[in-house]
């Protein structure tokens, strides 16, 4: 009898306790994903300068261990008007996200605050290189990144595109 007592207790425990399982389709009902989750590498924005934080070195596209990235610099119009630090600007970018292996190299050997890995993991698509994300795509994940996760950059101060003059004449 307390046997079959618990066992009831046990079923009625259950029965009342909140779901833990996600309602995937529902985007109401999903699991909210935590900071320190990593999805797909993404492209920071500079709020400061308005411009990315890239300055296409390059460096993460080679340390990349499957090779699917590419970038491409140019000169900074925004140095030449005096208006930003970086000399040289992404032009073009473009990570194939369908051969990332979330790995985060390219976050951590990045010298300017310029990736980061996005919260975002739903990427599937019917069409073939569907998932080859260029710099808009990139940048619009890591501007909804550092919305989300109040984000700010690890080296400020050497990464800043603030140009020098105006932080002295502050
Ligand atoms: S993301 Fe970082 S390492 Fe990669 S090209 Fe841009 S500045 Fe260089
Ligand atoms: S996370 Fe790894 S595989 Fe993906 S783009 Fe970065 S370095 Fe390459």
Same mark, same amino acid.
């Given at each position: 009898?307390?046997?079959? %007592?618990?066992?009831?207790?046990?079923?009625?425990?259950? =029965?009342?306790?909140? *779901?833990?399982?996600?309602?995937?389709?529902?985007?109401?009902?999903?699991?909210?994903?935590?900071? #320190?989750? +990593?999805?797909?590498?993404? !492209?920071?924005? /500079?709020? /400061?300068?308005?411009?990315?934080?890239?300055?296409? &070195? +390059?460096? &993460?596209? #080679?340390?990349? *261990?499957?090779?699917?990235?590419?970038?491409? +610099?140019? /000169?900074? *119009? @925004?140095?030449?008007?005096?208006?930003?630090? #970086?000399?040289?600007?992404?032009?073009?970018?473009?990570?194939? !996200?369908?051969? &990332?292996? !979330?790995? =985060?190299? &390219?976050?951590?050997?990045?010298?300017?605050?310029?990736?980061?890995?996005?919260?975002?993991?739903? %990427?599937?698509?019917?069409?073939?290189? =569907?998932? #080859?994300?260029? @710099?808009?795509? %990139? %940048?619009? @994940?890591?501007?909804?990144?550092?919305?989300?996760?109040?984000?700010?950059?690890?080296?400020?101060?050497?990464?800043? =595109?603030? *140009?020098?003059?105006?932080? /002295?004449?502050?």
């Amino acid at each position: 009898m307390i046997g079959f %007592l618990t066992g009831l207790f046990v079923t009625m425990k259950t =029965g009342f306790r909140r *779901p833990v399982t996600a309602q995937y389709p529902d985007p109401e009902k999903r699991i909210k994903v935590e900071n #320190r989750f +990593m999805g797909f590498p993404s !492209l920071t924005w /500079d709020y /400061d300068v308005e411009e990315p934080y890239c300055t296409g &070195c +390059m460096v &993460c596209v #080679r340390e990349c *261990p499957t090779e699917c990235m590419t970038a491409k +610099m140019k /000169d900074n *119009p @925004l140095f030449s008007e005096g208006k930003s630090r #970086r000399k040289k600007i992404i032009d073009e970018f473009e990570i194939n !996200l369908g051969r &990332c292996i !979330l790995c =985060g190299i &390219c976050v951590e050997v990045c010298n300017f605050d310029a990736i980061e890995m996005s919260h975002e993991h739903e %990427l599937s698509k019917r069409v073939r290189n =569907g998932n #080859r994300f260029g @710099l808009q795509q %990139l %940048l619009k @994940l890591g501007i909804k990144f550092q919305s989300n996760t109040n984000w700010q950059p690890k080296q400020p101060e050497k990464n800043s =595109g603030v *140009p020098v003059k105006k932080v /002295d004449e502050e």
